[in-house]
C-alpha cells in the first residue's frame, strides 16, 4: 500500500509566498515581504494554525505581538487559544501608563512599549512577529514583559533568518517555520 503525499507541503508554499525585495528599505538589505501569503487565505490559515500549535507547546496564557507584523499574527493565535493578545507598540503609541524598553538598532536606538496591565504578572506570554532577524527586537520584548513580572514563555515567528543569530539573543524557546 502507498502512503498518500500531504496534502499540502505547507512550509514549501509559504515559502513560495514570501516575495524576496532586495535593497529595501535601505541598499544591502534583502527584505522578506509576507503581503503575497496574506493575499492566501488557505495558506495564511495554515501559518496561523502553526504559529498557535507554537503557543500551544509551551503553554502560552497571554500572547503579545510586535507591531506592526506580528499582530497579524499574534491576533490570530490568541484567537485560536482562547487567550488574551497584548500589543508591544512603538513609543508614544498607548494611551494608558506603560512600560517601556529601549534597544539598539543597527544606527540609533528604538523603543517598544506595553500598557502596565496588571493582570500580566505571572502569564506565560508568547511573543509573536513575522521576521527573527538579529533577535535585538524580540530580546527587548522579552525583556519588557519581565518588567512587568509576567513571564516569557516562548518566541515564535513566521520567519527566521538564521545567518543573523537571533535565536541565540533568546534564553527562551523559539519557534520558527521558514528558515532562510
Ligand atoms: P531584529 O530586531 O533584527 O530581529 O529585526 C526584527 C524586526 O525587523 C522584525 O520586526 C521584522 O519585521 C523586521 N525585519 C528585520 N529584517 C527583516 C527582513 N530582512 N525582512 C523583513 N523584515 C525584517
Known amino acids: ?5 500531504p496534502l499540502e507541503d505547507w512550509p514549501a508554499r509559504w515559502r513560495a509566498l514570501i516575495r524576496d525585495v532586495p535593497d529595501f528599505p535601505e541598499a544591502g538589505i534583502l527584505f522578506r515581504d509576507i503581503t503575497p ?14 504559529l498557535a500549535e507554537a503557543a500551544r507547546a509551551v503553554d502560552a496564557t497571554v500572547v503579545a505581538g ?13 484567537e485560536r487559544l482562547g487567550v488574551p493578545f ?11 501608563g506603560r512600560a517601556s524598553v529601549s534597544y539598539a538598532l543597527e544606527y540609533g536606538t528604538a523603543q517598544l512599549e506595553v500598557h502596565r496591565d496588571p493582570a500580566i504578572a505571572g502569564q506565560r506570554v508568547l511573543i509573536v512577529d513575522d521576521v527573527l532577524a538579529t533577535g535585538g527586537t524580540a530580546e527587548a520584548s522579552v ?8 513571564e516569557a514563555a516562548g518566541c515564535a515567528f513566521l520567519i527566521e533568518l538564521i545567518d543573523l ?3 541565540g539573543r533568546l534564553d527562551v524557546p523559539v519557534a520558527s517555520l521558514v528558515t532562510y
Do not use: H, S
Open 37 to 50: 501569503l496574506l493575499w492566501d487565505p488557505r495558506a495564511l490559515r495554515a501559518a496561523n494554525d502553526a
Open 66 to 78: 510586535i507591531e506592526a507584523r506580528g499582530f497579524l499574527f499574534g491576533v490570530p493565535v490568541a
Open 86 to 96: 497584548v500589543p508591544l507598540r512603538k513609543a508614544g503609541k498607548l494611551p494608558g
Open 1 to 5: 500500500m502507498t502512503v498518500p503525499p
Open 143 to 150: 525583556r519588557l514583559l519581565r518588567q512587568l513580572d509576567a
Open 165 to 167: 543569530g537571533g535565536r
